[in-house]
């Protein structure tokens, strides 16, 4: 029951701050959607940003999910990063599209950013840790420091977040899916294993 009321607040707020803004969405105003008393809702957060970062967190633990589902997969690790970052592109922009009014403050203000990002990262470069890990095993990457690459890559990926949701990069003919490959072929070709010329005359 606590964690079903709990989780009830935390929909019910993601619909308000997606239909009105975090700024204009008051403590009472989720107490009464939620058909709760005020009372009831401090009892679960503190204050607004508390339940906001709940939102937050709820949101990225979907994408997560998802990744994990994909570093999981039984395939070669070069299409599990392939699939990952498709996934991780196309997951973000449905988040932020699906949170209605947050979408202006999520490009608006770089700190909101920064925050939803703070929640995932680690988690993020962990995951894509263990497809690196699996294709050096696998004699496909050449990694001298997988802790630093997983960590850049994931940097890499949060770089292109705004560019790949507002379709920037259309401006210069360069679609979203074309985005997605181009990323995805840069990576593959700085990880894999290079041949040296002994390898060639053996």
Known sequence: MVSKTRDKFIEVARQLFARKGVENTTMNDIASASEK??????????S?????????ASETNELLSRLQEIVSLSEPP???LQK???CRFDT??????????????????VRKVDRARKFITDREANLLKEILVEGVKQGMFDIPDLNHTAIVLTHALHGLDVPYIRDNLSKGGITQEQLKKYFTRLILDGLKTRKTDKDLTA
Do not use: H, P, Q
């Not at 940003?49 to 937050?56: C, G, L, P, S, Y």
């Not at 973000?92 to 203000?109: H, P, Q, T, W």
């Open 37 to 46: 008393g005020r009372r009831t809702i401090y009892t679960y957060f503190k």
């Open 48 to 56: 607004k940003r508390e339940i906001f970062n709940a939102v937050i």
């Open 78 to 80: 070069e299409v599990k």
């Open 84 to 86: 990952y970052i498709d």
């Open 92 to 109: 973000m922009s449905e988040i932020v599209e699906r949170n209605g009014s947050l979408k202006a403050g999520f490009f608006r203000d």
